[in-house]
């Protein structure tokens, strides 16, 4: 009907849209994605704290160096790869600290010294631990208690309970399974090549599966995702079971390397250490943005930056202030990028003209225009 | 799929495709539907027209699943239906397109399309077939430009709802309903959207079309229906029906003359505010003059700039180069704070996100700025409020409901209270009337009026062009961030088009 009296119309109108649609495509293609400037930021902090750690005639890459930084990063990395998950959803677990150190003493008193007994121990954490987190997740989707509330009132819980039950270390746990956390293979310690396989898991569970897709909807809008059939509850429940569980393994790490579980350890504050390191990955804290690449180097800039402060041993205060302006900074560029959106469509190049700078080149329709005597520079 | 059972349908047009009969409705003791009825057949483009509040919107959430209906049948295909939930409604084949966009902006066009139904390959997303899905989706409409992987986030608004009616059709929609589809597109992409209705209709899909441009209406559809305070009007063939008698039906008064006269002793003073060579990101050598007592529009397709000078001028993103004088006096505007208190007003073009608390009360709402900007003289001020909100005619239950309870007429009305409570003397309305029943339309435009009289400087961006000839003085045209040049009072919308698109621009701006 009317499409053949007005084929260059539409197509006219269809070249603008897809204009529109194609501009910022190839100006994100032109800038970094948030991951890539996450690994570049580690790569920087490599380079940069290699050099200082040079100036005092030590190398950062050497084998003690390597495996140190690598140590820190698989504990602090099982709990941010789950965290990642909750985060992605837009809810978050402030319960993993707590649930790291009950794990460390359900491990260790269950195994009791005998190696018989690892494989039921390794079972019995990961069933306690996911079952805090179908707790967590059940109360969050079911209850609609706020996911901070929620769990911070489950970690709450469970330190009364640790504070109660034990007063000190307690269970042992045999020397094959202190393996996963002394051992290693080369340079790499076997901690850490499982939490390099975690993260693997994360990222081909986020990119290849249904639920993982569908964490991404929650996160982003739960309410579209409600209205295209995802069962919203069941993915926030499968996400804290996930992050609690990665926070078992995490407590059976730490068994490992104490040879005895600890309550005490829940005072590291692994859960903000996690969602700083998340966060600082580059995943959106207000959900449905990012993934367990970005988290993987935001652990380990933090753990690499731990090992470059403890060479040149740096006053741990100090240390703290500086984590925290290193967060702090680079959420706030984060944030600018998103702004950015709109400036990455500038017509009118930047700030060019801000200081009297050359006014900018007119688009070539305008090039006869004479009706613009002010262009640019004027201020 | 299943386009080729929809193409096979083609042939039955009379076919009726829904009945909706004696559909009842109320929420919380108040009947907003009364017993209405709607039929519509295969492959055409029923609009349904009525002022905000006349049950438009509920009766659509009936139909798709949203609401239940209290009473009364749905039939689709000669079959008793009854969707408990938008998900049974989109597989039995009606889906509906709503104002709010129900996409994720950080996913990609077919994980869009897709969600909540991947298609799998031995358990995992198999993303391959799912983007090649996509892309025939969108050839069969012609949209083959649309990359199926390009994040949504970087897509216009247009594109946005080109993938919304790609999901429903991904359904197999028989029945696809938009609720006002063109709100907030340019004339050039309505353009597009309207090619996209005509495919959709040759391929037998009914089309439920509710919209508040009578043009659309008498441009696309086939049948429409008018429904008043939540009764049925009547059902009529478009062709047999004129704008005039429509609005009549509508309104059940006719407007004689939608966009009032001057009022008398209204005459452009001296020139309050100033702009030369503004300029930032997104603008570049903007010159505007508002004069006391004069109606400037802002005209140009979407993306031209408009709403950007409007925030430029309020200091959201402010000019990074050129000078803004207010009363002949260059002045500093860096924070909308600063713009209020220089005695400038931006009544906002989305008035849900950034005109309105909607869950605070309208007295609140209407006291919002006082209270934030002028703590001081804010009792005294506020004592006009209540006289200002009723001199615009308000319906509320009280002054202390909340404003998401309101229509999108009432609520614009908080809004402009809002604004009059500070006794602005410079006034920049974005889309002032977007999303707005006739009678409050009416109403804006009166105001607009007055205000003149006044001696109110006033700028009002429309991107509907009949408002725009309708209302001002003087038309400024804005075209890829830059001024395209200015018309007087008496130009044609021909005229104002060629401007804003770029073409024709020698004969046009030496008359």
Request: with cysteine; aromatic share 4%.
């Amino acid at each position: 009907m009317r499409s053949g009296t007005r084929p260059t119309g539409m197509s006219r109108t269809a070249n603008r849209v897809a204009d529109v649609a194609e501009a910022p495509t190839t100006a994100i293609r032109r800038r970094l994605g948030t991951t890539e400037l996450v690994y570049l930021a580690l790569l920087g902090v490599m380079v940069g704290g290699a050099i200082l750690v040079a100036l005092q005639d030590k190398n950062l890459f050497s084998t003690a160096n390597t495996v140190e930084m690598l140590s820190r990063s698989s504990l602090l990395g099982f709990i941010a790869i789950g965290q990642t998950l909750v985060i992605l959803c837009r809810s978050l677990d402030l319960s993993v600290g707590y649930v790291v150190a009950l794990s460390s003493l359900v491990a260790a008193t269950t195994m009791d010294g005998d190696p018989a007994r690892v494989p039921l121990a390794i079972a019995v954490t990961l069933l306690v631990a996911g079952g805090i987190g179908l707790a967590n997740g059940l109360i969050i989707s079911v209850l609609k208690v706020n996911p901070f509330i929620t769990t911070l009132g489950m970690g709450l819980i469970i330190k009364g309970y640790l504070d109660t039950e034990y007063k000190g270390p307690a269970g042992a746990v045999p020397e094959s399974f202190r393996q996963f956390g002394y051992s290693r293979i080369g340079f790499v310690p076997v901690s850490a090549a499982v939490m390099l396989l975690a993260a693997v898991a994360g990222i081909l569970y986020l990119r290849k599966t249904r639920t993982g897709f569908h964490m991404y909807a929650v996160g982003g809008n739960a309410e579209v995702a409600r209205m295209s059939g995802i069962r919203t509850g069941r993915v926030m429940v499968t996400a804290h079971v996930l992050c609690a569980m990665t926070a078992g393994v995490a407590g059976l790490l730490l068994a490992a390397r104490f040879g005895t579980g600890s309550a005490e350890v829940y005072e590291n504050g692994y859960e903000l250490e996690s969602i700083a390191a998340v966060v600082l990955g580059g995943t959106f804290l207000m959900g449905g943005r990012g993934g367990v690449a970005g988290t993987l180097a935001g652990v380990l800039i933090l753990a690499e930056l731990d090992t470059i402060f403890n060479i040149l041993q740096v006053d741990p205060f100090f240390k703290d202030v500086l984590r925290g302006v290193i967060i702090i900074a680079a959420v706030a560029i984060y944030a600018r990028r998103r702004l950015d959106v709109r400036a990455s469509r500038a017509r009118f190049g930047g700030d060019g003209g801000a200081d009297g700078g050359p006014p900018p080149e007119p688009p070539p329709r305008h090039d006869d225009d004479p009706a613009r005597p002010h262009q640019g520079g004027v201020r | 799929m299943g386009v080729a059972s929809i193409t096979e349908m083609t042939d039955t047009r009379e076919h009726m495709m829904l009945r909706m009969r004696g559909i009842d409705k109320s929420f919380l003791g108040v009947q907003v539907l009364h017993g209405v009825d709607l039929d519509v057949r295969a492959g055409e483009v029923h609009a349904l027209v009525g002022e905000n509040g006349a049950g438009k919107s509920t009766l659509m959430k009936i139909l798709a699943g949203v609401y239940q209906a209290d009473g009364g049948r749905i039939e689709l295909d000669g079959q008793d239906v009854a969707f408990e939930h938008p998900l049974q409604a989109q597989h039995a084949g009606v889906s509906t397109v709503f104002q709010e966009f129900n996409l994720l902006p950080d996913r990609t066009v077919a994980e869009n399309v897709f969600l909540g139904r991947e298609p799998r390959d031995r358990g995992l997303v198999d993303a391959g077939r799912m983007n090649a899905h996509t892309a025939e989706l969108l050839q069969d409409l012609g949209l083959s430009w649309l990359a199926p992987q390009s994040p949504v986030r970087s897509l216009s608004v247009a594109g946005q709802q080109i993938v919304e009616i790609v999901k429903a059709l991904s359904y197999d929609a028989r029945i696809i309903s938009m609720d006002e589809p063109t709100a907030a597109l340019s004339d050039e992409e309505v353009e597009l959207l309207y090619g996209l209705v005509q495919r959709l209709r040759e391929r037998g899909v009914a089309i439920l079309y509710v919209s508040h441009r009578l043009k659309e209406i008498f441009d696309l559809s086939d049948r429409v229906t008018i429904l008043k305070d939540g009764h049925l009007v009547d059902t009529v063939d478009t062709a047999a029906i004129t704008p005039d008698a429509l609005v009549r039906k509508m309104v059940g008064r006719p407007i004689t003359s939608f966009f009032p006269d001057k009022l008398p002793g209204t005459e452009a003073g001296d020139v309050r505010l100033q702009v030369r060579g503004g300029g930032n990101d997104q603008l570049d050598g903007i010159d505007l003059e508002l004069r006391a007592g004069e109606i400037t529009a802002l005209a140009g397709l979407q993306g031209s700039g408009r709403t950007e000078v409007a925030h430029a001028l309020f200091g959201v993103e402010r000019f990074t180069r050129g000078e803004i004088r207010l009363h002949g006096r260059p002045v500093r505007i860096r924070s909308p704070r600063q713009a209020v208190r220089a005695g400038l007003a931006l009544v906002t073009e989305d008035r849900k996100a950034q005109g309105l608390a909607l869950n605070q009360s309208v007295l609140a709402n209407a006291r919002l700025v006082l209270d934030a900007v002028t703590p001081r003289r804010s009792a005294r001020y506020a004592r006009r409020v209540p006289g200002i909100l009723s001199s615009l005619d308000l319906v509320a239950r009280g002054y202390d409901q909340e404003v998401r309870f309101l229509s999108g007429g009432n609520q614009q009305k908080v809004v402009l209270a809002k604004w009059l409570a500070t006794e602005p003397e410079v006034i920049v309305l974005d889309e002032p009337t977007r999303g707005i029943d006739v009678g409050a339309k009416e109403r804006v435009y009166t105001l607009m009026r007055e205000l003149a009289a006044q001696g109110v400087a006033m700028l009002m961006i429309s991107s509907e062009l009949p408002e725009v000839i309708g209302m001002a003085d003087r038309i400024v045209v804005l075209s890829d961030g830059r001024i395209a040049g200015e018309l007087p009072r008496g130009s044609t919308e021909e005229q104002v088009m060629a401007l804003a698109t770029g073409h024709d621009v020698d004969e046009v701006t030496s008359s």
